[in-house]
């Protein structure tokens, strides 16, 4: 009785199965988990956006009203 054999994939060396993990995805996760480390420390950096301005109450009421307007096309749609 012949078993049916997995297609070995030697190509790209990504032998991991479905309940292990191969080098080649561990040391995809790792990088990933590097460069958002890398990201969060750099965060104060150039790419800083800046702090929102305080608003003043009118303009807190202007975005109430905007919200309350999105709020209701929401229920409407
Ligand atoms: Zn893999």
Redesign the pocket.
């Known amino acids: 009785m012949a078993k049916s054999q997995v297609p070995a994939r030697k190509s790209s060396g ?3 199965a479905r309940h292990a ?5 561990f040391r995809a996760g790792a990088e990933r988990t590097r460069a958002r480390r890398e990201a969060w420390a750099q965060r104060s950096l150039p790419f800083e956006v800046a702090p929102p301005p305080q608003l003043s109450a009118r303009e807190l009421a202007h975005r109430r009203q905007m919200l309350e307007h999105l709020a209701q096309s929401a229920r409407r749609a």
């Open positions: 990504h032998i991991c993990i191969c080098f080649e995805c």
